[in-house]
Every structure is written in C-alpha cells, then in structure tokens.
C-alpha cells in the first residue's frame, strides 16, 4: 500500500514515533499526542491529507462494540452510588476478614467481584481507593502497602470479565469477545489468589490485624445480601456466551440491572448521585473512546507504509516456536504498557504482532490474553501506571513511595503471566469446555 510512497516504512516510523514520544516527554495527553504524530505524516505526504486523520479517527467510532465501553463504565459507578459494593464489602469481609491481613484480603476479594461487573481497573482503583487505603491505614498498615495493594489488586478488573479491554481488542482483531470472555476467568482468578498470598505474607512479617471469623450464619446472611449484585456479571458473561445477547447489549442489561438494584432493592440512590455517575461516566468514556479515535488513524498510516511489516522482519528469521513468541509478545506489551495507555496499545501494538502470533499457530485467544493480561501490568507501572497515580493521588503520596511494594506485589503475577504463556490451556480450557465454536 505504501509502494511509491514520499516516506520509507523507516522513516515514516521515525517521525510517527519521534513525534509521539516527544509529546509524551512534554506532558501532552496519549490521545491527543497519538493524533498530532499523525499529522507531520499527512503534510510530508503528497497522497494523503490531514482529513484523513478526522476520517479514520470518526470512522472507528461507527462501531457497536465499543458502545458497551460507556454501559460498563455507568454500571460500576451506579454500584458505587447504589450501595451494590457496600454490600460485597461486607460479604468480603465475612469471606476472608479471618485470614491474616484481613481488610488487605477484603480489598483484593472485593476487586475479584468488582471486577465480574465494571470491566474497568481505574473506576476500581478510584471507588476501592476512597473506600481501602484510609481505612487500612488507621487498622495499623503501612501506607505504602495499603496504596501499593489497592492499585494492584485494580488490575483484576481488565482481566477478568467482563473487560473493556477485551471488547476492545475483539472489536479491532475480530477474536470472539464470548471466548475472551471466558478465557479471562482462570488467569484473572489466578492472579487474585497469588495476591491473596502476597497480603498473607505481609501480614505474617508485618503482624498486620484480622478480623474474627464469620459463622456461617453471618456468612449466608451477607451472601442473600450481596446475590442480586453478583447476579449482575452472570448476567453480563453468561447472556454473551450463550448467544441471548451481544456484548454491548449485555452491558446495557447490566446498566438497567444496576440501577433498577439501586433505586428498588438497596434503595440508596438519589437523583441527585444518578446525575453524578451520569457525569462521572460521560468524562470517562469520553477519553477512552478518544483513545480509540486517534490511536486507530495512527494504526492506520502504520498500515498504510507496512511499517508493522518492516519492524517483524527480523523477528521471523530468529526461528522461535509458541512459547518463545508468547513470551516475545508478553515483552513487548509489558514495556509498550509502561508508556501507554492499554487500549491504543491494543490498535497499534496488538496489530503489529497479530501476524507473528498467526505465523507460528498461536491461538488468536491465548494471543490476546497474553496481550491483556500483560497490558494490566503497565496499570500500575510508572511513568504511565494509570491505577497506580489514582491510588497515590488519593492517598496523597509521591509514585515513587510505594514502588518497592508494587514491585514485591508483581513478581508473583509475573510468574502467573508465564505459566498462561508456558501452558495455554490455563487460557483456553474454559472456552474449549463451555463453547468449542468459540476457538478457531
């Protein structure tokens, strides 16, 4: 396509990423960096336009899948208001408040849950952050733990689904968001057990508080509270999988479900936080989808002078096999994730290293789980570490205090990250099991 072309694939790349990088270093926001690398490309080109960029950034908006983006989005902000996660805070704590470093535990539980509604790990980092860090703080926890912990524990909420990440990714390589859906189940709940056991750790070198031990009447009580809530991802998952409906009308089941639970069964919203989450939504999705507009034009001129072509030249000649490519493309996701935000990394990144994936047989699911859950990891990695600076921000402490907790916290994942690469049916025995059309 870009045969004839004024601009060498090299070049074009070149100016395409100087120009973004140079942005990023000056504060300009992702989005708005993403759209104006684009532009030095379209002036130098005599064949292409600077409308090209409005075409192809609005042209990605003419997509049904990414509406569910908003609807997930307003789902956990009306649990918010709502008194839905009141009411899994409490089932958390009845669950596992026993074992040691019982509100620590509590955290990660509720993100666990949380995450099987909202599909979003900064609407997580922000609500579990105003609820958690204050209150671990004055049980007697080390500040740096109780931010570090709460940021990632967040990180569940793109891996498990329902996940805006993985609508995102179906959307722009047509994987099946149904088995992406269920392949995020097993690696999501893997990696909040080995955070479940950091926190034990802790909790026994730092003698951190818990709490006495639920009866099991206390415990069924809290769960016949919190059941119409938990209905709301078997909703959500279970309506995609089984073809009742797609996963944007799923997502806005979910929103109906969430505030029909809200304003009839917990009765604790009012117009006024309605107006809010409302609000508080729109701003969201709003830069988020923005993402999507400018990162699928600078996809697009990457297409346009095969640059993703150019940059794996060399890299099919190295001779790797499944698992050498897996652990490549986990590499370069974990450092693209540290730079940028996960969905325009998805658009460009996970565009250029589909065709490797597919050389080698990979399956485009584990594909895309090792991208996903790789990405998770630059939530809450500096510079960008989006779920990190919420929880510091709310905490009011410097990025740099908690780091070496965070570090602590993701070796553990790290070695969960390899064994989905090392023995992908931790990714695709669920999808394989429960719906084999799924998998091609």
């Known amino acids: 396509m870009g045969g004839g072309a004024a601009l060498t694939p090299t070049m074009a790349a070149l100016v395409l990423f100087g120009v973004f990088f140079g942005l990023m270093i000056v504060r300009v926001p992702v989005a708005f960096a993403l759209g104006l690398a684009c532009l030095p490309v379209m002036f130098i080109e ?6 090209i960029l ?14 569910a983006v ?16 009141d009411r899994l805070v409490r089932l958390s704590r009845d669950l596992v408040g026993h074992l040691p470093g019982g509100l620590a535990q509590v955290n990660v539980v509720l993100s666990i849950f949380f995450a099987g509604i909202s599909g979003s790990s900064t609407a997580d980092a922000a609500s579990q952050g105003k609820i958690f860090i204050e209150a671990q703080v004055k049980e007697g926890y080390d500040l740096s733990f109780s ?28 994987v099946s968001i149904g088995a992406l ?25 730092r003698n951190y508080p818990k709490y006495p031990r639920s009866n099991l009447k206390e ?7 919190a059941v119409p809530a938990l209905m709301t991802p ?26 029909l639970l809200s304003v009839f069964v917990y009765r604790e919203m009012n117009g006024t936080q309605l107006k809010g989450a409302l609000l508080d939504t729109g701003k969201l999705a709003a830069v988020a989808l923005f993402c999507v507009g400018t990162a699928s034009a600078f996809g697009w001129l990457l297409a346009y002078y095969q640059i993703p072509k150019a940059l794996l030249a060399g890299v099919g000649s190295w001779g790797m096999g499944i698992t050498a490519t897996g652990f490549f493309i986990a590499l370069c996701f974990l450092v693209v994730g540290c730079f940028l935000d996960a969905i325009p990394a998805i658009i460009i990144v996970g565009t250029i290293l589909e065709p490797l994936a597919r050389a080698v047989g990979m399956d485009p699911v584990h594909f895309a789980m090792v991208g996903i859950i790789s990405l998770a990891f630059g939530l809450v990695t500096p510079p960008y570490g989006l779920c990190l600076m919420i929880s510091c ?10 780091l070496k907790d965070v570090m602590i916290m993701l070796m553990p994942m790290l070695g969960v990250l390899a064994a989905t690469i090392m023995f992908p049916e931790i990714i695709l025995w669920l999808p394989r099991l429960v719906s084999p059309e799924f998998l091609k």
């Not at 409005?54 to 509406?67: A, H, R, V």
């Open 46 to 51: 005599p064949r292409l336009s600077p409308m």
């Open 54 to 67: 409005f075409n192809e950034t609005f042209k990605s908006y003419n997509s049904f899948i990414l509406l």
């Open 70 to 85: 908003p609807f997930f989005l307003l789902t956990a902000n009306l649990m918010n208001v709502g008194g839905i996660t």
């Open 147 to 174: 931010v570090a912990i709460t940021a990632v524990s967040a990180v569940l909420a793109v891996i498990i689904p329902p996940s805006i990440l993985m609508i995102v990714w179906g959307g722009t390589l047509s």
């Open 181 to 205: 859906f269920l392949a995020g189940i097993l690696p999501g709940l893997l990696l909040g057990a080995v955070q479940m056991a950091t926190v034990h750790v802790y909790a026994k070198l």
């Open 219 to 225: 415990i069924g009580t809290a769960l016949a509270i």
């Open 234 to 259: 078997v909703i959500i998952i279970g309506g995609k999988i089984f073809g009742w409906f797609t996963a944007t009308e799923s997502a806005a089941i979910a929103v109906v479900y969430a505030g």
């Open 393 to 402: 921000a709310i905490a009011k402490v410097r990025l740099m205090y908690v």
